[in-house]
């Protein structure tokens, strides 16, 4: 009986003591925990700044999901006991939540057996459908870079007015069909099509595409796996954005819950090296801050920016997680697993590289921008 895991209702009251604890200690020792949470925070370059928009944005996102539809797994604590906050996930109208899940677990990609992307609509499902609500009122021409597996493609198509062109890279230049079938909601066959994409490397090529010629990018999933210049790609992005057209952009969000807990835990939060190569692995992660710092300087003006998760996020098992979780409630709204934006194109992007970013580069690249 010693090893079992212990119920909810005791790891809650646990949860309560050690919270209970660190405010009932000295004052210096609760100062000290304090400024050191204060560093641990410095050093991910997070601020709480621009907060009050993320909470407009939850405040918007709920009110447009379905009064049926739960925003995550059941809870099974007091709300005041999460610490940070993840919007009520919406869905197209007339689907659950259960639906989409059930139609994503149908799909295959060039004839890869029905269940082998099990595993990605567990962890991003939430993702996909909080993607879809941030354009799910545009009109127009959007291009979708990285679409493949093309769960918010599907999206896409079904369940807004845009009219898509889709963009992957495999390491090869040119143009790729791939197979795509699934079983719609409701229906008792399956339905296949043809996927076409352009093939291009967004962080080195120029886009096959004339200037002004979409009226929304999405750019999804990608921004982490960069090398070394993810501003020539805003710049390509910005160029083939018609003027005030959309971005979309998601993105791990480096200050999430789980890395503060696994930083304070001496844990550490780098993506382990990929055997699909340097592009495999996440290579830089953003806060919010730092994302609207780049985008501003690419020519964009956030429009919204908000972190959720992707799929319900449970950090109890972290033995401080008590005693840390009242140090973050001043910035609960940037703690979710993933960084959402919506910027408009609305200036030519600035010349250089941003000086917050980038470091020996050759003399003269690289510009002050703090």
Same mark, same amino acid.
Request: proline share 9%.
């Given at each position: 009986? !010693?090893?079992?895991?212990?119920? *909810?209702?005791?790891?809650?009251?646990?949860?309560?003591?050690?919270?209970?604890?660190?405010?009932?200690?000295?004052?210096?020792?609760?100062?000290?925990?304090?400024?050191?949470?204060?560093?641990?925070?410095?050093?991910?370059?997070?601020?709480?700044?621009?907060?009050?928009?993320? /909470?407009?944005?939850?405040?918007?996102?709920?009110?447009?999901?379905?009064? !049926?539809?739960?925003?995550?797994?059941?809870?099974?604590? @007091?709300?005041?006991?999460?610490?940070?906050?993840?919007?009520? &996930?919406?869905?197209?109208?007339?689907?659950?939540?259960?639906?989409?899940?059930?139609?994503?677990? !149908?799909?295959?990609?060039?004839?890869? *057996?029905?269940?082998? $992307?099990?595993?990605?609509?567990?962890?991003?499902?939430?993702?996909?459908?909080?993607?879809?609500?941030?354009?799910?009122?545009?009109?127009?021409?959007? $291009?979708?870079?990285?679409?493949?597996?093309?769960?918010?493609?599907?999206?896409?198509?079904?369940?807004?007015?845009?009219?898509?062109?889709?963009?992957?890279?495999?390491?090869?230049?040119?143009?790729?069909?791939?197979?795509? !079938?699934?079983?719609? @909601?409701?229906?008792?066959?399956?339905?296949? /099509?043809?996927?076409?994409?352009?093939?291009?490397?967004?962080?080195?090529?120029?886009?096959?595409?004339?200037?002004?010629?979409?009226?929304?990018?999405?750019?999804?999933?990608?921004?982490?796996?960069?090398?070394?210049?993810?501003?020539?790609?805003?710049?390509?992005?910005?160029?083939?954005?018609?003027?005030?057209?959309?971005?979309? $952009?998601?993105? @791990?969000?480096?200050?999430?819950?789980?890395?503060?807990?696994?930083?304070?835990?001496?844990?550490?939060?780098?993506?382990?090296?990929?055997?699909?190569?340097?592009?495999?692995?996440?290579?830089?992660?953003?806060?919010?801050?730092?994302?609207?710092?780049?985008?501003?300087?690419?020519?964009?003006?956030?429009?919204?920016?908000?972190?959720?998760?992707?799929?319900?996020?449970? /950090?109890?098992?972290?033995?401080?997680?008590?005693? &840390?979780?009242?140090?973050?409630?001043?910035?609960?709204?940037?703690?979710?697993?993933?960084?959402?934006?919506?910027?408009?194109?609305?200036?030519?992007?600035?010349?250089?590289? @941003?000086?917050?970013?980038?470091?020996?580069?050759?003399?003269?690249?690289?510009?002050?921008?703090?």
């Amino acid at each position: 009986m !010693s090893d079992a895991t212990p119920p *909810p209702s005791l790891r809650v009251k646990v949860r309560r003591l050690a919270g209970t604890g660190l405010r009932r200690s000295p004052d210096f020792l609760q100062r000290g925990f304090a400024q050191a949470s204060a560093r641990v925070l410095t050093a991910l370059e997070t601020t709480p700044a621009g907060q009050q928009a993320a /909470v407009q944005v939850a405040s918007t996102t709920a009110s447009q999901a379905p009064a !049926s539809q739960p925003a995550t797994a059941p809870v099974t604590e @007091p709300p005041a006991e999460r610490v940070w906050v993840t919007p009520a &996930v919406p869905t197209p109208a007339g689907l659950t939540f259960a639906e989409v899940e059930k139609t994503f677990r !149908s799909w295959s990609v060039d004839g890869e *057996p029905v269940g082998h $992307l099990d595993h990605y609509v567990t962890d991003s499902q939430m993702r996909f459908l909080y993607t879809w609500n941030l354009v799910r009122d545009e009109q127009g021409r959007a $291009l979708e870079l990285g679409a493949n597996p093309y769960f918010t493609t599907w999206l896409l198509e079904a369940h807004t007015g845009l009219d898509l062109d889709l963009a992957n890279y495999y390491g090869e230049r040119g143009e790729s069909t791939q197979t795509h !079938s699934w079983l719609p @909601p409701g229906a008792a066959e399956r339905v296949e /099509v043809p996927r076409y994409s352009s093939l291009f490397n967004v962080e080195e090529d120029e886009f096959p595409y004339p200037d002004d010629s979409f009226d929304v990018v999405l750019f999804c999933e990608m921004l982490e796996h960069m090398l070394m210049n993810p501003v020539h790609t805003l710049r390509e992005i910005h160029r083939v954005l018609k003027p005030g057209g959309a971005l979309v $952009l998601s993105t @791990p969000n480096v200050a999430r819950i789980e890395n503060v807990m696994r930083l304070v835990h001496g844990t550490n939060l780098y993506d382990p090296y990929s055997g699909y190569g340097p592009y495999g692995r996440h290579n830089r992660e953003y806060t919010r801050h730092e994302l609207h710092r780049l985008l501003e300087f690419a020519g964009f003006d956030v429009e919204l920016s908000m972190t959720a998760d992707g799929h319900p996020v449970d /950090v109890e098992h972290f033995p401080l997680h008590g005693a &840390v979780a009242p140090l973050l409630e001043y910035r609960k709204e940037d703690l979710g697993s993933y960084l959402f934006l919506k910027a408009r194109a609305a200036r030519p992007p600035r010349e250089g590289l @941003p000086s917050f970013l980038y470091r020996s580069w050759p003399e003269g690249a690289i510009v002050e921008y703090e």
